[in-house]
């Protein structure tokens, strides 16, 4: 019989239960809550060389003509 909404899954529960039993038993306290994975590492980009670009003017009236 499928789940239905509100049924949590005992999965976890177990899975969770068992990581918190081997941590005690090792005299450690843990968090089984699952943890985000963070930022990825920063790194630079070399060899590039620099490009300045300059935006080309809109002209609105020359536009509605078709000409430029």
Do not use: C
């Not at 239905?4 to 090792?26: I, N, P, Q, S």
């Not at 920063?42 to 080309?56: D, H, N, R, S, W």
């Amino acid at each position: 019989m499928p789940a239905g909404h509100g049924v949590r899954a005992r999965t976890r529960d177990l899975f969770a239960r068992g990581f918190r039993k081997k941590a005690k038993a090792r005299g450690e306290t843990i968090s089984t809550k699952r943890q985000p994975k963070g930022p990825k590492p920063g790194f630079m980009v070399e060899g590039m060389t620099l490009e300045t670009v300059t935006p080309i003017p809109y002209d609105v009236v020359n536009d509605l003509k078709g000409g430029y």
